[in-house]
């Protein structure tokens, strides 16, 4: 079993920026993926980045990149999104999520998740 616990979100103008924490206990087995997802009103749930916990290879939706960035403290199991030039359509409830073998992109493919975390970015 892993649990997600995530912290971090909150209320940032157009332009700002958050850093979001996903604190990840159990085991973390080798080649399992780990990541964010999110969810805006009225629609569907979408990736956003994912961690290999073993290669450190990343995956981002074409939305995020150059903006949004991954990285991880090991001795803690603490994985972080570094989120800056922030845009009201990014506004979501934020999601950490954990599978094995290997990243996905479809959030039903992922077994473990966090209770959520609101970012609102007002323009």
């Known amino acids: 079993q892993v649990q997600l616990v995530e912290s971090g979100g909150g209320l940032v103008q157009a332009g700002g920026s958050l850093r979001l924490s996903c604190a990840a206990s159990?085991?973390?087995?080798?080649?399992?993926?780990v990541g964010w997802f999110r969810q805006a009103p009225g629609k569907e749930r979408e990736f956003v980045s994912a961690?290999?916990?073993?290669?450190?290879?990343?995956l981002y939706v074409d939305s995020v990149k150059d903006r949004f960035t991954l990285s991880r403290d090991n001795a803690k199991n603490l994985l972080y999104l570094q989120m800056n030039s922030l845009k009201p359509e990014d506004t979501a409830v934020y999601y950490c999520?954990?599978?094995?073998?290997?990243?996905?992109?479809?959030?039903?493919?992922?077994?473990?998740w966090g209770q959520g975390t609101q970012v609102t970015v007002s323009s």
């Open positions: 999520a954990a599978r094995r073998d290997g990243i996905s992109r479809l959030s039903s493919s992922y077994a473990y």
């Open positions: 961690i290999n916990w073993s290669t450190s290879s990343t």
């Open positions: 159990g085991r973390i087995f080798s080649n399992s993926a």
